[in-house]
């Protein structure tokens, strides 16, 4: 299946997309200029690309860690994002209401892991006509997506994206079975891999740790697997970030990783 999302296509065999932005809306003008450095990194080389923020985080660790600017500040910043860059935006929502208050500001909406199974969130998402990534529950195995895929389905939208990002097997640790990516296109939806929440040591002390030095390895092998679309978050300072600042990938290295992906995907894809 290919998935149009204003120029971009995703899936049918067709270039790698590339889903990056910083993990949460923290300030106007970091994710203005992070979001203008990733378009020139990708119109340099050629790479579809969807930026990605949450304006909102609503499953930290800790009661006191960041959880966003203001619902209607953030939201506000993305829709900067994509009028001033034209870009597709991608943002996360967690209950059915964040629906309507994203309002035309976001072209992909999420549903984060832990609420995949979610049956009103899913249907809510799907009713909205919108592009639908579903990010695989760290306690899924990757068929049991085909279940929240027709949730989303049975509303007559099948924009559907499946995202894998790791699964838990406790003691603040994720594992990457990439047999998974294979499993998850085989119910016919395009398939994401999410490099950096994969690399996530969960819930470890007061915030979630990570181990970074992981990010490249696994986006290669998940691209040699044959996947249609690349998920990074992607932050200039990512060890002062305000979510997730150790499992981000800093902004300096994402073009020399891009640079490796394209090789690969252009390997297994022949295009």
């Not at 994710?31 to 690309?49: C, Q, R, V």
């Not at 930026?51 to 203001?70: C, D, E, I, M, V």
């Not at 085989?186 to 915030?207: C, F, I, N, R, W």
């Amino acid at each position: 299946m290919t998935i149009n999302i204003n120029q971009i296509k995703i899936g049918g065999n067709n270039p790698l997309v590339l889903i990056a932005g910083p993990c949460v809306v923290e300030n106007e003008r970091m994710i203005l200029e992070t979001a203008e450095a990733i378009s020139k990194i990708t119109g340099d080389l050629n790479i579809p690309f969807i930026f990605k923020s949450s304006f909102k985080k609503a499953n930290r660790t800790n009661l006191k860690s960041f959880t966003g600017l203001g619902d209607k500040e953030s939201i506000k910043i993305l829709k900067k994002v994509k009028e001033n860059f034209r870009l597709p935006v991608l943002t996360d929502i967690h209950k059915e209401s964040d629906i309507d208050q994203i309002g035309d500001s976001a072209d992909i909406i999420q549903i984060p892991a832990f609420l995949s199974r979610q049956t009103d969130l899913l249907i809510a998402a799907g009713k909205s006509g919108r592009v639908v990534n579903i990010k695989k529950g760290q306690f899924l195995a990757p068929e049991d997506m085909k279940h929240a895929a027709d949730k989303v389905a049975s509303t007559g939208n099948n924009k559907i994206l499946l995202t894998e990002r790791g699964t838990t097997f406790g003691y603040h640790n994720l594992v990457v079975d990439m047999r998974s990516l294979v499993i998850m296109s085989e119910l016919g939806y395009p398939v994401v891999m999410d490099a950096t929440h994969s690399v996530q040591l969960p819930s470890k002390d007061l915030v979630s740790g990570g181990q970074p030095k992981f990010i490249k390895p696994l986006a290669r092998a998940a691209v040699a697997v044959g996947i249609d679309a690349i998920f990074l978050e992607v932050h200039p300072d990512p060890q002062n970030a305000l979510s997730d600042a150790a499992s981000q990938l800093p902004l300096i290295e994402l073009k020399p990783l891009l640079i490796d992906l394209l090789e690969i995907d252009r390997l297994i894809k022949n295009y």
